[in-house]
């Protein structure tokens, strides 16, 4: 059989599942905007001006010139696309609502993630998440929908390849951009995550600040072979959580940001409307698991555009024991 294009994938997954033609073409502009921002990366250090931007996010995080680069390429294609009414960005404060159009999606994205890592050469993303229009006038509490809610949800990966990985409800699907052609392959069709792992993916630095689930479930993977897991586990830390979850989809395990002492009083590290909501559904829908410790983390409900949330994504019988940590409460204490 010969390997369907994303073209081709769309229009046949669409028809078996009855997916409006509307969200396709957005998706498949989505994918295009990635293939721009992929070409870009690629430039690396040629660019001349790969660091600092010399700006901060309205989250007080130094902008690096590609996260605004890729900020730019998203906007001005959500812009000019007939079925997006507003956009929400890491990278912008407030919404971009886009009037004088009948558009039905509401579109949010981490334009490049895991930005550090692009002075190195090492892999960073683009993270989206499509989420119906409610009806009425656009603000930023148009964009407060629960997980649950997502139309579609992706990421590119810019790695050793640039990948294009996506859901729209009925299995995670992983495409790989030929750099002859130009086109996205389907190469990883019903990507799955085994409920069983070895390996997890945490920054261990902050350790001393963590809380005393993540204590014990960490101090029992590296206590391995003779400690009460009796089995040993391998570590891997990319600073990008796109890679990592790529990592998940394609040989498992687990990824960890949860709450720390030093992030209680924001919610955690990572962002719930553009990092956990659609990167937690992809790994749900590949039959893992996105828990806070305590409810799915598609469950809640957000309150603020750049909301943070703790993270921890992966193998089901790992976060399955981690979540039974979360209600355990030691006698002796
Ligand atoms: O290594 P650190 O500093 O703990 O943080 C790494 C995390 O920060 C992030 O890079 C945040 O994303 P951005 O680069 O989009 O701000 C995550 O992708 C990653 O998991
Ligand atoms: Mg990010
Ligand atoms: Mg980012």
Redesign the pocket.
Known sequence: MVTPTLAQFLTGHGQQFNVPGESLSLIADIAATCKDIAYEISRGALRGNMGNAGSENSQG?QQKTL?LISHDIFANMAEQQPHVAAIAS?EMEHVQVFSGKNAAYLLVF?P??????VDLNFS?GS?FSLLPKPAGTIVAQSFFQPGTSQIAAGYALYGTSTMFVLTLGHGVYGFTLDPDSGEFYLTHPEMRIAPDAQEFAI?M??QRFWQPPVQRYIDECIAGNSGPRGKDFNMR????????VHRLLIRGGV?L?PLDKRTVGRGG???LLY?ANPLGWLVQQAGGMATTGHRSILEVEPTSLHQRVPVMLGARNELELLVSYHSFKDPSA
């Open positions: 995080e996260d890491e981490d490049l993630d895991g930005s550090s890592n960073v993270i920054n630095s902050n830390w990319v600073a990008a959580m796109v890679a990592e990824f940001y590290r990572l962002r990092e």
